[in-house]
């Protein structure tokens, strides 16, 4: 992750669906907090999503390397941070957002 990385995600169109079909799942299940953060976002989640947060950040790794995400335990819940720098942050605070 870089100000030159290119903020663009490498999945196909039907890969980018399916994607944030299983995001949005896991959301409304199992994300407990959302917060922006100064350089990206960081969501909690129940401890048993953790699995499914997982394999989600490992797809997300790979198709948009213009972000670092990373996923660790704290407190009784798991916690996903997601960081970038220049217009990625933007990007970033426009994403993982459900209506409640």
């Known amino acids: 992750m870089n100000e030159t990385t290119p903020v663009a995600c490498t999945l ?14 896991l959301m409304a299940r199992a994300m407990t907090e959302r917060a ?14 953790e699995d499914e947060l997982r394999a989600l950040v490992a797809v997300e790794t790979e198709c948009c390397a213009w972000a670092s995400w990373t996923v660790a335990r704290e407190a009784g819940t798991i916690v996903l ?5 220049a217009e990625g942050v933007a990007t970033l605070h426009s994403m993982f957002t459900v209506a409640r």
């Open 12 to 25: 196909t169109a039907s890969g980018l669906r399916g994607q944030i079909q299983r995001w949005q799942r």
């Open 36 to 49: 922006e953060t100064a350089d990206g976002l960081r969501i909690s989640f129940r401890h048993e999503a």
């Open 81 to 85: 941070d997601v960081r970038s720098a």
